[in-house]
């Protein structure tokens, strides 16, 4: 069964109605062996901040040191979104595995009038998928109610209710009090359930679980909790006590009722991991959940928020955030959209008050019509009010629209938070197609029927674009594309109700030219989509230099330092900071244009170095190649520390390179704060791991994926995207075959809108081709020249003066089309 088929099989039952009890559930889970049966589960139930609670326990117990799985629900664009293992999505290839073993049972039992729904298979999905991986623990957020949610199929270890509201009313009971009760029911048998809920609800919650820890404000509180405000535009302190112990932290979730969620991960966390969940740990941990769409700051000129709340108490809270900025905007910029089947009114009069309205519509069958918004807007007492259909067009006119110290507001459901994000989340893959074998393969990816493929594959030789549209988008641009004769195909997963598809658009450059002036005006956030269709086939849009060596046409060399006792190909020779001085001193004299100065090896094996020794390490050689060459190269520092990049910085570093992927929280702050250019590599893990396996569908595609939320962080930090260089991370969790596929296809992840740096200086890649080790640098040399004929913006390598000339013959190549050697041949080889 291919992906394409899987995913609309389990889609396809999202037409049956919700379905209380575990029975199909546990049913689905005894056809397939009971593969759950492994793993700690920890369940997070509630009617608001569920969600978050349980990122945060994820995020605390894989700093642990656990493989940890995490279920959640909606998914905000691909339903694979639910399920991952250490915060990697399930693969497509374990989607099409699992639909294929439970086909038949779910046929069968649809065929007597007891087809699982959508929820319990892929409930049944995820605990499925936990068992094969083997973690240690699996946090699943329960989807309604508790007693007979389909989560409820397994025993938890630990098990919370975040709060209580009314909601799901015709389901879970008709008062506050019925819905705590139901909720409770997740309670552990052997440790006391962990609670936020106050008054009525938690009178209820602690009759039907009994023994209980209570999460709040007050000092009766068994984990007592302080919110102490935003300390930048991203994160929030908020101080945790415990019977036995005491926290400051940081969270990236702002709001106070985020605090008391923080309170009820922790008091989860420590049940589950005991003393090995120390302070330290629980302290990066919660720093590290990040959790889209909950308070999300995007931008702060203007402020910009997107917040999924949807219901009035979720509204409520909301705006009590929002006060925290009224001093520093002026004017309210609202976009609000919302499901016909909430409390519209109630949402809206919960929520500040805005200067301007825009109504918003997803591309969901419960969204309410922008009428029926607009009138909801005017009757609470909103004077400008813009009803607009499609959200991307909202967000885009309200952004154009809001000075630059005004704010806006995107809210009223997680659909609406989904499809506004794209503006910051969507990449736009362009493929290298070269003969009928990559356009079918291109084809193939984007889970394109046989026949579909079959038929188009020879058309694909042009400029072959990937992206993800909304249905109505893709059905739009297909129809614009084929009239102009070009060639646009489909995924075959049409029975995705809401979310996006993956599309591939095929034509020269002058019909997809003409394809964005036809898309100019157009509903559904078409025109949005044609700017960005400019910006990434370079249609008309003028490219803004910085004066950084790796813009235009070119590709710039970054030359390794290390000043470490352990590195793995020169460990030890620049130990000493003469020496060091020394090499940078022959790197300029090559051509370099960036000296990396590192202090820590990332080898397998290599023991962590103190911030101290590293800063020993590298901030006098830093001063010294600033001092003396500072007018020549740019000064990089290779770092996994935020201390230690700010230290560097200070002594005239110019570039920070993070092989963690920002795994340090303050890392990107530091970078903004410093202005400085932030390299971001994908990673599993740091210092390297060779033991560790990673399943990637397509490497290339998913590496992006990964990378596409990093970058989104170092964005809303306030890096500018054209300072945030991608590192794919050659010899970081991929085969050495996976490596090759990267460098071959270098140029995709220009789809980040980012620099992009290959770093494969005598990497064990190179075995595959027995030039490990790389003696005398001829197989990095050829890498260098494959990555900057791909378009590689920077090559990061240890031998200089040999890639120094790679690159430079490439650049000469590029240019020998439109240059013919001079009007008088002095350009020319004597062949005399």
């Not at 702002?254 to 966390?269: C, H, I, K, M, R």
């Not at 509204?315 to 519209?344: I, N, R, S, W």
């Not at 010899?731 to 290959?758: M, N, Q, Y």
């Not at 490990?772 to 920077?794: L, M, N, Q, S």
């Amino acid at each position: 069964m291919r992906y394409d088929e899987a995913a609309n099989f389990l889609l396809d039952l999202q037409r049956l109605g919700p379905k209380a009890g575990t029975a199909s559930t546990a049913d689905l889970l005894a056809q397939l062996g009971d593969p759950h049966e492994g793993p700690t589960y920890v369940q997070v139930a509630g009617s608001n901040g569920k969600g978050s609670t349980a990122r945060m326990v994820e995020r605390v117990l894989r700093e642990a040191g656990l493989d940890v799985g995490l279920y959640t629900s909606p998914h905000f664009d691909d339903l694979r979104e639910r399920v991952r293992v250490n915060g990697r999505k399930i693969p497509e290839t374990a989607v099409a595995e699992f639909a294929t073993a439970v086909e038949d049972h779910v046929t069968d039992r649809g065929a007597a009038g007891e087809s699982p729904t959508f929820f319990e298979t892929v409930t049944a999905m995820s605990l499925w998928y936990f068992g094969r991986e083997d973690v240690d623990v699996a946090v699943l957020e329960v989807g309604i109610g508790g007693k007979y949610d389909a989560t409820s199929v397994v025993e938890p270890t630990a098990s919370a209710v975040t709060s209580v509201a009314l909601e799901h009313t015709s389901v879970i009971g008709d008062t506050v009090e019925e819905i705590a009760r139901d909720k409770a029911h997740v309670a552990p048998r052997e440790n006391p359930l962990v609670t936020a809920t106050t008054g009525d609800a938690l009178d209820a919650v602690t009759d039907h679980a009994g023994d209980v820890v209570r999460v709040g404000t007050d000092e009766d509180a068994d984990v007592h909790v302080e919110y102490g405000g935003r300390v930048n535009h991203a994160e929030a302190a908020v101080t945790l006590d415990g019977p036995d112990w005491h926290l400051d932290a940081r969270i990236p979730m702002l709001g106070d009722y985020q605090a008391e969620n923080a309170g009820v991960a922790v008091a989860l966390a420590r049940q589950v991991g005991g003393d090995a969940v120390d302070e330290e740990i629980l302290t990066r941990g919660l720093r590290k959940a990040t959790w889209p769409g909950r308070f999300e700051v995007m931008g702060t000129d203007p402020l910009t928020v997107l917040d999924g709340a949807h219901n009035p108490a979720a509204c409520e809270a909301l705006a009590e955030t929002l006060a925290e900025f009224e001093d520093e905007y002026d004017d309210l910029h609202l976009v609000f959209g919302g499901m016909h089947d909430k409390d519209l009114a109630e949402m809206v009069e919960a929520l500040p008050t805005p200067d301007r309205a825009l109504t918003a519509v997803p591309d969901v069958g419960r969204a309410e019509e922008k009428e029926v918004l607009g009138r909801v807007l005017r009757d609470a007492g909103v004077d400008d009010v813009q009803e607009v259909s499609s959200v991307e067009t909202a967000v885009d006119r309200a952004l154009v629209e809001a000075g630059p110290d005004d704010a806006v507001l995107v809210t009223g459901s997680l659909y609406v938070v989904a499809e506004a994000r794209n503006r910051w989340t969507r990449v736009d893959h362009v493929k290298r197609v070269e003969n009928l074998d990559d356009a079918r393969e291109v084809l193939e990816g984007t889970h394109v029927s046989p026949p579909g493929v079959w038929r188009m594959r020879g058309k694909g030789v042009h400029r072959v674009v990937k992206t993800r549209l909304q249905k109505r988008q893709a059905q739009f641009v297909k129809e614009e594309l084929l009239s102009l004769g070009g060639e646009c195909a489909l995924s075959g997963l049409n029975n995705q109700v809401r979310g996006r598809l993956d599309v591939v658009m095929m034509g020269t450059l002058a019909q997809f030219k003409r394809l964005c002036g036809k898309l100019d005006g157009q509903p559904y956030g078409l025109s949005v989509f044609a700017d960005e269709l400019r910006e990434t086939l370079e249609i008309g849009v003028e490219s803004v230099e910085h004066g950084y060596p790796w813009e235009g046409d070119r590709t710039a060399v970054m030359g390794i330092l290390n000043v470490t006792p352990d590195s793995f190909h020169d460990g030890g020779e620049y130990a000493a900071v003469e020496d060091a001085v020394a090499r940078a001193r022959e790197m300029v004299e090559a051509g370099v244009d960036i000296v990396d100065v590192g202090g820590e090896s990332t080898r397998p094996g290599a023991e962590p170095v103190p911030v101290a020794e590293e800063k020993r390490r590298v901030v006098p050689v830093v001063e010294r190649i600033a001092d003396e060459h500072g007018d020549d190269v740019l000064v990089s520092v290779d770092t996994m520390k935020a201390e230690v990049g700010r230290a560097a910085l200070e002594a005239g570093a110019d570039i920070l390179n993070d092989v963690t992927g920002l795994e340090d929280p303050e890392m990107r702050f530091v970078a903004a704060e410093y202005d400085a250019p932030l390299v971001v590599m994908h990673s599993i893990e740091a210092p390297v791991d060779p033991e560790t396996d990673v399943e990637y569908d397509d490497v290339v595609e998913d590496v992006i994926d990964e990378l596409r939320e990093r970058v989104l962080l170092a964005e809303k930090a306030g890096l500018d995207r054209e300072k945030i260089i991608v590192d794919p991370g050659l010899g970081f969790a991929k085969s050495k075959a996976e490596e090759f596929e990267i460098l071959a296809r270098t140029d995709e992840f220009h789809a980040l809108g980012c620099p992009v740096l290959v770093g494969h200086s005598h990497k064990s890649m190179f075995g595959k081709v027995d030039r490990y080790p790389d003696e005398g640098g001829y197989a990095t040399v050829a890498g260098t020249t494959i990555a900057a004929d791909r378009g590689a913006d920077i090559v990061r390598v240890h031998d200089v003066e040999e890639n120094v000339a790679a690159v430079r013959t490439v650049e000469a190549t590029r240019k020998g089309a439109s240059h013919d050697g001079g009007e008088d041949g002095s350009d020319r080889d004597d062949a005399e």
